[in-house]
Nanobody, 121 residues
Framework: QVQLRESGGGSVQAGGSMTLSCASSDTSRRYCLAWFRQAPGKGFEAVAAIMNDGRTKYIESAKGRFTISKDDAKNIVELQMNKLKPEDTAVYYC????????????????WGQGTQVTVSS
């Protein structure tokens, strides 16, 4: 059983920045780590993922604005979000699983509790 605990989140104005952090209990580093989000009235969307070897993947709307990184020594994965837009408003979830290739909700094995990010115009 892997436990994921997010921190960060909150409210920011459009154009601002925010960093989300996720502490993982998994020390095996066997899983891909990712950030998903769910906007009001919409389904889950993978935002970014980072593989065991450090390679990263992003959805198109996050490229150039978001950066996913991890600290293996601390078992932490972070999502640095810059140039935030109102459409980035969502609950953001840390996720772990064999999902780096697919980036699909169905391939997530473990979820964090979620943290709200609100971007005002």
């Amino acid at each position: 059983q892997v436990q994921l605990r997010e921190s960060g989140g909150g409210s920011v104005q459009a154009g601002g920045s925010m960093t989300l952090s996720c502490a993982s209990s998994d020390t095996s580093r066997r899983y891909c780590l990712a950030w998903f989000r769910q906007a009001p009235g919409k389904g889950f969307e993978a935002v970014a993922a980072i593989m065991n070897d450090g390679r990263t993947k992003y959805i198109e709307s996050a490229k150039g604005r978001f950066t996913i990184s991890k600290d293996d020594a601390k078992n932490i994965v972070e999502l640095q979000m810059n140039k935030l837009k109102p459409e980035d408003t969502a609950v953001y979830y840390c996720a772990a699983g064999y999902l780096c290739l697919s980036m699909r909700y169905e391939d997530v094995g473990y979820w964090g509790q979620g943290t709200q990010v609100t971007v005002s115009s």
